[in-house]
Each structure stands twice: as C-alpha cells, then as structure tokens.
C-alpha cells in the first residue's frame, strides 16, 4: 500500500534535487562568510579587469587630454582621474555582489533545511513503519 504523506515528501525531495539541487550544493559544503567571501573575490578580479578595459578604451578616446597631463607631469591629476573612479566603482560593485550572494545562500540555506526537514520524515516513516512489521511479526510468533 502506498503511503501518500511519504510520497508527497518524496516528490518535493526529487524537485529540489532537479531543480534547485545543484545551485544549493555550495551551501552545504560552505558556510556563509566563505562563500560569501569566494564571490567577494571573484568579482573583485573581474572588476577589476572590467574596469581596466573600461579605462583603456577611455584613454583612446581621451588620449589628448591624458597626453597633456602627462606633459605638465601632472600625475596627481592622472592618478585621480584612474582611481577614485576605481574605487567608486569596485565599492559599488563589491557591495552589490555582497548583497546579492548573501541573500542567495540565505534562500539556498532556507531551502536545503527543507529538504532535510522532509528527509527526516520520510526516514521517520521508514522506522516507523519497520517498528509495526516487526510488532505484528512477534505477534504472528
């Protein structure tokens, strides 16, 4: 006979798995400041080279005005025109990333509670179950 609470539980256990399983595995194998941290890292590099291309294609643009500058040896003005930009943008960047991985291990996290939450009651219903076989066979006995 099959029992339709342990099915229900197992169908939502086989969606999680087809289709939020593989994105909820860092989850599991992470804690929060870590994967936080390991995309923190990864956009900062591709931020960075973003920016860098973002910059040389403005140097061609510009290059009479950086040429100038370099002319007058005025470096302060060129560093301030390369980094506070920089800055600026990687802070904006690094926080968006922050924000937005954050809330997606927090949804990832929530989701693999549940799917463990309904393991257990399968695995419940599996041991209970097994506890009422082996009663009626002491009984058959």
Known sequence: ????????????MAQFD???????????????KDYVSMRLLGSFVMG???????FGLW???SMEELLAK??????EGLLTVALVPYIVFMVVYLGTTWIV?????????????RYYGNLKKV?????????????ENKDWE
């Open 18 to 32: 087809t289709n939020d399983g593989k994105r909820c595995k860092p989850m599991i194998q992470y804690a929060r």
């Open 70 to 75: 370099l002319n007058k040896l005025d470096i």
């Open 123 to 135: 695995n419940q219903m599996y041991e209970r179950e097994d506890r009422l076989k082996t009663a």
């Open 101 to 113: 991985f954050h809330m997606k291990y927090t949804n990832g996290r929530r989701k693999v509670k």
């Open 59 to 61: 140097g061609l643009y």
């Open 48 to 54: 960075t080279v973003c920016y860098g291309m973002l």
């Open 1 to 12: 006979m099959v029992n339709e609470e342990r099915l229900r539980h197992m169908i939502k």
